[in-house]
T-cell receptor, first 114, second 112 residues
Framework: NAGVTQTPKFRILKIGQSMTLQCTQDMNHNYMYWYRQDPGMGLKLIYY???????DKGEVPNGYNVSRSTTEDFPLRLELAAPSQTSVYFC?????????????FGNGTRLTVT | KNEVEQSPQNLTAQEGEFITINCSYSVGISALHWLQQHPGGGIVSLFMLSSGKKKHGRLIATINIQEKHSSLHITASHPRDSAVYIC??????????????FGTGTRLKVLA
């Protein structure tokens, strides 16, 4: 059981470049999330999805886009990368019921924009 | 003021010590999670609790719903416990939906 698989682990982008962070889960979770973690800060929600075909903005969505064409996959697209997007990105998934089922995280992507 | 506050931010302990990490929240929740983030960066879920106490090995998590407070205890701490511990509230929003709200984490270092 792979859980949440996130790629790549590291990436360096030049300002203005674009890239897609991949995330896939094999637990049939409805809810999927993208978070960013800046040094000394808590996890900030970028986008989330409650099921295939449904996405919604989180706290810090500017500069990012997502899609959810299948239950398993939830890619995060960075358009026109900026230094402010230098961060560690985590994909996560859960059943999302009202009782708060456990969160499962990918291993993270360390992104540097220079 | 953050809706989920953790204390202390940093903690250094000697091997064998009893450790307590605190989490206070100001929102309505249906569950509270404790997460562990190792120096390599991976995040794993330790506990999810909505009342009382849970125990797993040397780790104990408690929650007091009335006081909006949770604690994570580590008994007989070991250097391998060195990590960042994060509490996350599964919070009910005014819209009727739920979201995770994270504390900023407690960085624990256990010295041999």
């Amino acid at each position: 059981n792979a859980g949440v698989t996130q790629t790549p682990k590291f990436r360096i982008l030049k300002i203005g470049q674009s890239m897609t962070l991949q995330c896939t889960q094999d637990m049939n979770h409805n809810y999927m999330y993208w978070y960013r973690q800046d040094p000394g800060m808590g996890l900030k929600l970028i986008y989330y999805s409650v099921g295939a075909g449904i996405t919604d903005k989180g706290e810090v969505p500017n500069g990012y886009n997502v899609s959810r064409s299948t239950t398993e996959d939830f890619p995060l697209r960075l358009e026109l990368a900026a230094p402010s997007q230098t961060s560690v990105y985590f994909c996560a998934s859960s059943y999302g019921d009202s009782w708060g089922s456990p969160l499962h995280f990918g291993n993270g992507t360390r992104l540097t924009v220079t | 003021k953050n809706e989920v506050e953790q204390s202390p931010q940093n903690l250094t302990a000697q091997e064998g010590e009893f450790i307590t990490i605190n989490c206070s929240y100001s929102v309505g929740i249906s569950a509270l999670h404790w997460l562990q983030q190792h120096p390599g960066g991976g995040i794993v879920s330790l506990f999810m609790l909505s009342s009382g106490k849970k125990k797993h090995g040397r780790l104990i998590a408690t929650i007091n719903i009335q006081e909006k407070h949770s604690s994570l205890h580590i008994t007989a701490s070991h250097p391998r416990d060195s990590a960042v511990y994060i509490c996350a509230a599964w919070a009910l929003l005014t819209s009727g939906t739920y979201k995770y709200i994270f504390g900023t984490g407690t960085r624990l270092k256990v010295l041999a």
